[in-house]
């Protein structure tokens, strides 16, 4: 049975920093795409980034290049999203989703539509 487990989320004020992970089960890393979106209240379901490990492919949503960074660790089978310089609008439920296909473009990697496993959310309030 594959599981996403998502964690890390927390109050964090503006500039400030906070580490997400995805902690996967059932799945190999290195065969899966795996997506971190996030929602905000009232908004659609965005991505944030993507990494798919042997497809050589990681991608940013331009609102968060240079401040995340986003990792995978063979050894704890995680995924992690390291999230700096956080900003108001970061506030989100933040979600990591997988899928085991090899996706042709960047827009199927970043939509949300694309990726069949998903995890709960983890909260993330950035405060001014």
């Known amino acids: 049975e594959v599981q996403l487990q998502a964690s890390g989320g927390g109050l964090v004020q503006a500039g400030g920093s906070l580490r997400l992970s995805c902690a996967a089960s059932g799945i190999a890393l290195d065969e899966y795409v795996i997506g971190w979106f996030r929602q905000a209240p009232g908004q659609q379901r965005e991505g944030v980034s993507c990494k798919h490990i042997s497809g050589d492919r990681t991608y940013y949503a331009d609102s968060v290049k240079g401040r995340f960074t986003i990792s995978s660790d063979y050894a704890k089978n995680t995924v992690d999203l390291q999230m700096n310089s956080l900003r108001p609008e970061d506030t989100a439920v933040y979600y990591c989703?997988?899928?085991?296909?090899?996706?042709?473009?960047?827009?199927?990697?970043?939509?949300?539509?694309?990726?069949?496993?998903w995890g709960q959310g983890t909260l993330v309030t950035v405060s001014s």
């Open positions: 989703a997988g899928d085991d296909r090899t996706f042709r473009t960047r827009y199927q990697y970043t939509q949300a539509n694309s990726y069949y496993y």
